[in-house]
């Protein structure tokens, strides 16, 4: 009964051991892949030609146990360029679909470096 006692406490080690390495090894793709979204953001499509603030305020920065990819000159402004907005006189604004296309590529660069590294 010692033996099987034993076994139980050594699979458990070796499975605490396991989870700090994936756990280590999450938080390093996860901010390796933030901070290329953030690159990449600031020299996005629509927003290559201008230098204003807006393009330059991409930023990855870490949040607790998270990663996150702001806009840190005006968050706001990221949702109306992104989807467009009403104009007071009536109509919309054209739409600068420019974080999409860049948050679907971090997801699959994730997801492709979870399953390769792990």
Do not use: C
């Not at 605490?16 to 938080?27: D, R």
């Not at 000159?73 to 006189?89: F, I, S, V, W």
């Amino acid at each position: 009964m010692a033996s099987v006692n034993n076994l139980a406490a050594q699979i458990n080690q070796a499975l605490q051991i396991y989870g700090t390495f994936v756990n280590g090894e999450v938080l390093e793709i996860a901010e390796e892949v933030a901070k290329d979204a953030a690159k990449e953001l600031k020299s996005a499509g629509n927003f290559k030609d201008r230098t204003g603030d807006y393009r330059k305020g991409w930023e990855a920065i870490k949040n607790d146990r998270a990663w996150i990819v702001r806009n840190k000159t005006d968050y706001q402004l990221t949702h109306l360029l992104e989807k467009g907005h009403a104009k007071r006189n009536g109509g919309r604004t054209k739409k600068y679909v420019h974080i999409k296309p860049v948050e679907r590529t971090a997801i699959e660069d994730f997801e492709s470096k979870v399953r390769s590294r792990l």
